[in-house]
């Protein structure tokens, strides 16, 4: 995993916006769980914390109607009043997450990485330049999942 602080940039969301890196310890303090593994792991993790039902969104060029539209959308800083778990299967992305300090870190994510974000947390998804990723979406029974929107 990668993760490193957000730099502003002329750069479109999908650039890298690379700054400083960031140590894991900054992502620990806010409360983001990054995990690596089959999904061997993530049926492991799904039954530890309840998670019953799953499903997969698919982002790229050729079969994503709307694309730029939904990027948007996930690009609008959010957070939820239950957990967010998300687990790459395929492709590369962004999860833009608020800092203890309130600025943004960058995770990059790709493949078999598995990362849960805490409730509340506000946070914001792109991909990057490849415009490729597919991912498991995993949800509890009652899932509360509106997005909120920061004021
Ligand atoms: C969310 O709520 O932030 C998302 O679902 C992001 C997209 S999942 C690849
Ligand atoms: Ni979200």
Redesign the pocket.
């Known amino acids: 995993m990668l993760a490193y602080y957000y730099e502003e940039s002329d750069d479109d969301k999908t650039g890298p916006h690379r700054g400083q890196d960031c140590p894991v310890s900054e992502l620990d303090k806010i409360g983001v769980l990054y995990m690596h593994g089959d999904e061997k792991m993530v049926d492991a993790i799904a039954a530890e914390r309840h998670y019953v039902n799953r499903d997969i969104?698919t982002?790229n060029d050729t079969n994503t109607p709307n694309l730029d539209t939904l990027l948007d959308k996930?690009f609008v800083e959010?957070m939820?009043e239950d957990e967010?778990i998300?687990y790459?299967l395929d492709g590369t992305?962004y999860?833009d997450v608020r800092s203890a300090q309130d600025v943004w870190i960058r995770v990059v994510v790709q493949k078999g990485d598995l990362l849960v974000?805490p409730a509340g947390l506000y946070?914001?998804?792109t991909v990057d330049g490849r415009r490729q990723?597919q991912?498991l979406?995993l949800f509890q029974a009652e899932p509360n999942?509106i997005?909120h929107a920061r004021e």
């Open positions: 969104v982002l996930f959010h939820h967010e998300r790459i992305g999860f974000l946070h914001r998804f990723l991912a979406r999942w997005a």
